[in-house]
């Protein structure tokens, strides 16, 4: 078990399963950074909408941008309190390199 390790899921339905069993594992919510989109060619325009290199209107009717905006704004707010945690960690002399799975 890594209790400091932050954890990426690369798909809505993996997110969802490490969410379920995270209580069960000691794994906080907080180490888990769900909403970035997997990286296959597949998702070639909601990437490119997830940055905001490619505007709403430039879209096909297929991708929902309000759905890739909404999982980006939760992603950044949750980057930001684990920024703030790791800060917080800093202050106080604890360990502040989260390992990465």
Known sequence: ????????????????????????????TEQILAGILHPSGANNERIACFPGRKRNEELSVKTRPEN????????????????????AR?????????AIS
Not at 2 to 28: F, H, Q, T
Not at 68 to 84: E, F, G, Q, Y
């Open 1 to 28: 078990m890594l209790p400091n390790a932050i954890y990426v899921p690369l798909s809505d339905k993996v997110a969802e399963a490490l969410e379920a069993v995270a209580p069960l594992a000691g794994v906080r």
């Open 68 to 87: 890739i905006i909404a999982a980006r704004d939760a992603l950044m707010t949750k980057v930001s309190r684990l920024s703030n945690l790791i800060s």
């Open 90 to 98: 800093r202050s106080c002399g604890a360990p502040t390199r989260p």
